[in-house]
């Protein structure tokens, strides 16, 4: 049974409880990233794990920027890999159960957190190890809930994940900020340890959901695909073979199978011109790369240690205001980009974020905030408002565009290649940032700001709307030489007027008209096939 209707059309209850479930992925990386940096603050950690000048006495105790950055960093570097590793994963074992594996993976790295004593390393190899975890998950959520969910709440459903990255972050912090003074090891073995109840939450929610309708029309079990787009939209048992939405999203899947069956799928694939594959590669690589390069992760991974330099005495708390702040604005960014699309609101975050980015810069390197109360708590606002532009905008735009960019062929790899290249500058900016704000301070956010002005002309130049239409008409959309980004908006599969008569057609469910399946047979010429198979 439907749980509502949008744009007339029934979602069912599945729809939005796979998008919760799956999104724990999410929240597991959230949570290793917030907890990090009030943990690298925590007295026992430094005396056990830092370089103190006098033994046994913590405030004596620091970490070099070496040692701060593999602990840090190396998360990154196991992310890099796991997100490399989740695409032939997630190809063999299906979406769902390859998150399951992914989840074990990630206990495992917590396992060995929490058995370090003494060697710093032995910490920083366990975060190595659950990062393959969560780079692994990284690839296969944002993939798994685009593929499933109904083209009419995709967006804002597979926006969930960045909702749930953020949660993650908020728990962490909330959860440090009641165990730092617990004595002994326990202020932080409890923040990590705790870590191990989301993978388990996640691994035993997802085997009651769908697998992806996708995966199983790729190995040719319609009927299986029938029954999870019909779960997805809550249409009832004695109605599955005869729904005329079912049908017709089953047959442009259908559609879709045949036609990709004249062409390979493998990684080499992935960086061939035609179809705009190699296009889409790149354009997924370069947007989670400035994803990264917004600066968010600055104030996520640093923040701590950021706000203790602008003179607050209690910077456990200025971490809490800024991952509420990024939680809460989240929310609306689950509207926005379900409401204007992907293109508008990625241009506008970018130039917001890029104002207040050098306004932080600005008064941090006009005068020192230690000494200056106002110029801290102007960089101290200046920093929400960045928060609230990022996570209403780049934060979930960047994770939907993943899922819903590439060909079903090469979906998985070409999701792991910009997935795995968000990780390494999650990796550089996490090793080299000590180093960078120990010479160039706090303009640090003019380099920021910078990327985020270039990630907005990158949008604008290169990125196609994909917004209410199926997966198989953004593919199509990017194979139509007549459309351009900038005017792709309007782009609807022949036999639609515009965008807007393709949601109109849709919401009469007793439509038959296919939306995509016959005119990708057109587009697929002869020539094409022929030249694919050689």
Same mark, same amino acid.
């Given at each position: 049974?439907?749980?509502?209707?949008?744009?007339?059309?029934?979602?069912?209850?599945?729809?939005?409880?796979? !998008? #919760? #479930?799956?999104?724990?992925?999410?929240?597991?990386?959230?949570?290793?990233?917030?907890?990090?940096?009030?943990?690298?603050?925590?007295?026992? /950690?430094?005396?056990? /794990? %830092?370089?103190?000048?006098?033994?046994? =006495?913590?405030?004596?105790?620091?970490?070099?920027?070496?040692?701060?950055?593999?602990?840090?960093?190396?998360?990154?570097?196991?992310? +890099?890999?796991?997100?490399?590793?989740? $695409?032939?994963?997630?190809? @063999?074992?299906?979406?769902?159960?390859?998150?399951?594996?992914?989840?074990?993976?990630?206990?495992?790295?917590?396992?060995?957190?929490?058995?370090?004593?003494?060697?710093?390393?032995?910490?920083?190899?366990?975060?190595?190890?659950?990062?393959?975890? =969560?780079?692994?998950?990284?690839?296969?959520?944002?993939?798994?809930?685009?593929?499933? !969910?109904?083209?009419?709440?995709?967006?804002? +459903?597979?926006?969930?994940?960045?909702?749930?990255?953020?949660?993650?972050?908020?728990?962490?912090?909330?959860?440090?900020?009641?165990?730092?003074?617990?004595?002994?090891?326990?202020?932080?073995?409890?923040?990590?340890?705790? %870590?191990?109840?989301?993978?388990?939450?996640?691994?035993?929610?997802?085997?009651?959901?769908?697998?992806?309708?996708?995966?199983?029309?790729?190995?040719?079990?319609?009927?299986? $695909?029938?029954?999870?787009?019909?779960?997805?939209?809550?249409?009832?048992?004695?109605?599955?073979?005869?729904?005329?939405?079912?049908?017709? *999203?089953?047959?442009?899947?259908?559609?879709?199978?045949?036609?990709?069956?004249?062409?390979?799928?493998?990684?080499?694939?992935?960086?061939?011109?035609?179809?705009?594959?190699?296009?889409?590669?790149?354009?997924?690589?370069?947007?989670?790369?400035?994803?990264?390069?917004?600066?968010?992760?600055?104030?996520?991974?640093?923040?701590?240690?950021?706000?203790?330099? =602008?003179?607050?005495?209690?910077?456990?708390?200025?971490?809490?205001?800024?991952?509420?702040?990024?939680?809460?604005?989240?929310?609306?960014?689950?509207?926005?980009?379900?409401?204007?699309?992907?293109?508008?609101?990625?241009?506008?975050?970018?130039?917001?974020?890029?104002?207040?980015?050098?306004? @932080?810069?600005?008064?941090?390197?006009?005068?020192?905030?230690?000494? &200056?109360?106002?110029?801290?708590?102007?960089?101290?606002?200046?920093?929400?408002?960045?928060?609230?532009?990022?996570?209403?905008?780049?934060?979930?735009?960047?994770?939907?565009?993943?899922?819903?960019?590439?060909?079903?062929?090469?979906?998985?790899?070409?999701?792991?290649?910009?997935?795995?290249?968000?990780?390494?500058?999650?990796?550089?900016?996490?090793?080299?940032?000590?180093?960078?704000?120990?010479?160039?301070?706090?303009?640090?956010?003019?380099?920021?700001?910078?990327?985020?002005?270039?990630?907005?002309?990158?949008?604008?130049?290169?990125?196609?709307?994909?917004?209410?239409?199926?997966?198989? %008409?953004?593919?199509?959309?990017?194979?139509?030489?007549?459309?351009?980004?900038?005017?792709?908006?309007?782009?609807?599969?022949?036999?639609?007027?515009?965008? &807007?008569?393709?949601?109109?057609?849709?919401?009469?469910?007793?439509?038959?008209?296919?939306?995509?399946?016959?005119?990708?047979?057109?587009?697929?010429?002869?020539?094409?096939?022929?030249?694919? *198979?050689?």
């Amino acid at each position: 049974m439907a749980l509502f209707y949008m744009q007339g059309v029934p979602i069912g209850a599945v729809a939005i409880m796979l !998008a #919760i #479930i799956a999104s724990m992925g999410g929240f597991i990386f959230g949570y290793d990233t917030g907890q990090i940096s009030d943990i690298l603050l925590m007295s026992d /950690f430094k005396l056990r /794990f %830092g370089e103190c000048d006098t033994p046994g =006495v913590a405030d004596t105790c620091s970490f070099s920027d070496v040692r701060s950055g593999l602990i840090v960093g190396l998360l990154s570097i196991g992310t +890099l890999v796991g997100a490399l590793c989740g $695409a032939p994963t997630a190809d @063999f074992l299906g979406r769902r159960y390859a998150m399951i594996v992914e989840s074990g993976v990630f206990i495992v790295g917590v396992i060995v957190q929490l058995t370090s004593f003494s060697v710093w390393a032995q910490f920083a190899v366990g975060r190595l190890i659950s990062g393959l975890g =969560v780079g692994a998950l990284s690839a296969a959520v944002p993939m798994y809930q685009a593929e499933t !969910a109904p083209a009419q709440i995709r967006g804002a +459903l597979t926006a969930t994940y960045q909702l749930f990255i953020t949660f993650g972050i908020l728990v962490a912090y909330c959860i440090s900020i009641g165990t730092r003074e617990i004595s002994g090891a326990g202020s932080w073995r409890t923040v990590v340890g705790i %870590g191990i109840a989301w993978p388990v939450i996640l691994s035993v929610g997802i085997l009651f959901m769908p697998e992806s309708p996708r995966w199983l029309g790729k190995r040719g079990r319609y009927e299986d $695909a029938r029954v999870a787009l019909a779960r997805t939209r809550g249409i009832p048992r004695d109605r599955i073979m005869t729904d005329p939405l079912v049908t017709r *999203e089953l047959e442009e899947i259908k559609s879709n199978v045949e036609y990709e069956k004249a062409f390979k799928g493998g990684w080499i694939d992935c960086f061939r011109p035609k179809n705009r594959i190699l296009y889409r590669t790149l354009l997924g690589m370069a947007l989670q790369s400035f994803q990264q390069l917004t600066g968010a992760n600055y104030f996520f991974y640093y923040g701590a240690t950021i706000f203790t330099s =602008v003179g607050l005495a209690d910077s456990y708390v200025t971490q809490i205001i800024l991952g509420t702040v990024n939680f809460v604005c989240t929310f609306g960014g689950l509207y926005v980009m379900e409401r204007y699309g992907r293109r508008v609101p990625l241009i506008c975050g970018g130039i917001w974020q890029a104002v207040w980015l050098f306004v @932080f810069g600005a008064a941090g390197t006009a005068k020192d905030p230690t000494e &200056n109360k106002g110029i801290g708590q102007l960089m101290i606002f200046s920093a929400c408002m960045f928060i609230l532009g990022y996570a209403m905008t780049w934060a979930p735009g960047i994770w939907i565009l993943i899922g819903e960019t590439f060909p079903t062929r090469t979906r998985a790899k070409q999701g792991a290649l910009a997935t795995a290249s968000n990780w390494l500058w999650n990796f550089l900016l996490a090793f080299f940032t000590p180093f960078i704000v120990s010479a160039i301070d706090f303009r640090y956010g003019f380099v920021f700001a910078s990327c985020n002005l270039l990630g907005a002309v990158v949008v604008y130049l290169f990125l196609y709307e994909s917004s209410d239409l199926s997966l198989e %008409g953004v593919d199509q959309m990017y194979n139509d030489p007549s459309c351009k980004p900038w005017t792709s908006r309007k782009w609807a599969p022949p036999g639609y007027k515009d965008r &807007n008569d393709l949601i109109e057609q849709t919401r009469a469910a007793e439509s038959g008209k296919p939306l995509a399946q016959e005119s990708r047979m057109e587009h697929a010429s002869t020539s094409e096939k022929t030249e694919a *198979e050689a």
